[in-house]
């Protein structure tokens, strides 16, 4: 059965997209696109989207490029997360989960009831983990979503 998923990066300046689908034969990119946003309409740190943003999200939308029944994967903008290096001295993937958010927590300058923690392991030793741990207030993540 043939999976389909859209990635989205939306950017400060271009809008850029990629269908891939994902079936018996393995992982194949189907549709490339981008859409230009102005520059005088670009996001700021207050509003995750832009009014040029949100156009020009409409418009593939009404183009057939963005479909309601897409799996959406979305690049988030860079200035909406906060990214931290941890290393853990052990390499057990259910330890890190369980320890990554008390780890986290005397590292990351964010109130940790208000944020989403995610992570990505880097380097694994005998003994020890490097991780890099990605967090995002959960009032800018709402507001991202909803707009």
């Known amino acids: 059965m043939k999976k389909i998923t859209l990635g989205l990066d939306i950017g400060q300046y271009a809008i850029k997209g ?11 990119p189907t549709v490339f696109f981008e859409k230009d946003i102005k520059r005088d309409q670009a996001s700021d ?12 999200l409409k ?15 979305v690049a988030l903008p860079g200035h909406l997360i906060s990214t931290k290096e941890i290393s853990l001295p052990f390499t057990d993937p ?5 320890t990554l958010y008390f780890e986290a927590e005397g590292q990351l300058l964010l109130d940790m009831d208000e944020v989403i923690i995610d992570y990505q392991p880097l380097l694994s030793a005998p003994d020890s983990t490097q991780v890099i741990v990605f967090a995002a207030s959960k009032t800018m993540m709402r507001k991202f979503l909803e707009d």
């Open 94 to 98: 259910e330890k890190i989960k369980k």
């Open 45 to 56: 740190s207050f509003h995750p989207i832009s009014a040029g943003q949100l156009g020009r």
């Open 18 to 28: 990629a269908r891939i689908t994902t079936g018996l034969s393995g992982r194949q």
């Open 59 to 73: 418009e593939l939308v009404s183009e057939g490029k963005i479909l309601p029944s897409d799996a959406i994967a």
